[in-house]
């Protein structure tokens, strides 16, 4: 099945820093979304993404599906940012290990 | 938007018992609906495709017999965790296409944390 590795797996960052999360799949996806994930577990649906690019406030994301990634920027961070970011791809879905974000004040 | 209802959130329970999850679309209708399950510090590993009218499709190394599924309405799938032991203790939680094809975003409950004794 599909490969989806995303990179860092750990990101530590001082409020109001900027970070870019990576997310690479092996094959053609027809559905690219990335979420994130809040204690509680809910899954906050960030951006449905499966080419181009989107933004949304802060958060922006690109894909590239000719070259099989998708990157997420996170500018000027907060605390209320941290968490797990997942990277999830169609057919399936199927999940990245996702990237656990901490942000320090 | 689209939004996608999961009942309960928790549940606490013996082992051996059986244990029933909904999930509903609450504003659109649903063909296929999607369920998952994470282990603490774990990603989200697809468990099965629940079709409406039709038998669920089980990924790889998820028994169809522990897992039961219904898709009895274009609106409600349900999971039963069959004599649930501790090992069967994680976070399921279900999505939808949001205009009922898979290649749509997908709209997700807010999980169920399921703890057995």
């Known amino acids: 099945g599909i490969q989806v590795e995303q990179s860092p797996p750990d990101l530590i960052l001082q409020e109001g820093a900027n970070s870019t999360l990576r997310c690479n799949f092996s094959?053609?996806?027809?559905?690219l979304q990335w979420f994130h994930q809040n204690p509680w577990g809910q899954l906050i649906n960030l951006f449905y993404?499966?080419?181009g690019t989107k933004q949304n406030g802060r958060l922006s994301a690109t894909t590239v599906a000719t070259e099989r990634y998708s990157l997420l920027y996170i500018s000027s961070s907060q605390t209320t940012d941290s968490g797990v970011y997942f990277c999830?791809?169609?057919?399936?879905?199927?999940f990245g290990k996702g990237t656990l974000l901490t942000v320090n004040p | 938007g689209a939004v996608v209802s999961q009942h309960p959130s928790r549940v606490i329970c013996k082992s051996g018992t059986s244990v029933k999850i909904e999930c509903r679309s609450l504003?659109?209708?649903?063909?296929?609906m999607f369920w998952y399950r994470q282990f603490p510090k774990q990603s989200l590993m697809l468990m099965a495709t629940?079709?409406?009218?039709?038998?669920?499709?089980?990924e790889q190394g998820v028994e169809k017999d522990k897992f039961l599924i219904n898709h009895a309405s274009l609106t409600l799938s349900t999971l039963t965790v069959t004599s649930a032991h501790p090992e069967d203790s994680s976070f399921y939680i279900c999505?939808?296409?949001?205009?009922?094809?898979?290649?749509?975003?997908?709209?997700f409950g807010d999980g169920t944390r399921l703890s057995i004794l």
């Open positions: 999505s939808a296409p949001g205009t009922g094809y898979s290649n749509q975003p997908q709209h």
């Open positions: 094959d053609s996806v027809n559905n």
């Open positions: 993404i499966p080419s």
């Open positions: 999830a791809v169609a057919p399936g879905l199927t």
């Open positions: 504003d659109f209708q649903a063909t296929t």
């Open positions: 629940s079709n409406e009218g039709s038998k669920a499709t089980y």
